[in-house]
C-alpha cells in the first residue's frame, strides 16, 4: 500500500491564520468565563470584514467583535497615514 503524507502551510498573516487566531481567541474568552462552553466557531475574511458564524452555547457574553479587532491588532494589520 502506498501512503501519501501531504500539508498545507500558510504564511504569517494569511487569512487562514488570522481566522483561525480569532476563533481561538473566541473559544479561550468563552472558556475562560464559562468552562462548561461548547463552541463550534468559524471565521472567515473577505476584504476590509470579517466573519463570525457558527454554534455557541455558554452562560459567557464575550464582545466577538472587540475579541476579532484585538487579534488583527496583535498581528500587526493597523490603519497608517
Known sequence: MTTFFTSESVTAGHPDK?????ADA???????????SHVACEVTAIPNGIH?????????????AAIARQVVRD???????
Open 18 to 22: 488570522v481566522c483561525d487566531q480569532i
Open 26 to 36: 473566541i473559544l479561550d474568552a468563552l472558556l475562560e468565563n464559562d468552562p462548561h
Open 52 to 64: 463570525i458564524f457558527g454554534e455557541i452555547t455558554s452562560a459567557a457574553r464575550v464582545d466577538y
Open 75 to 81: 498581528i500587526g494589520y493597523v490603519k497608517h497615514g
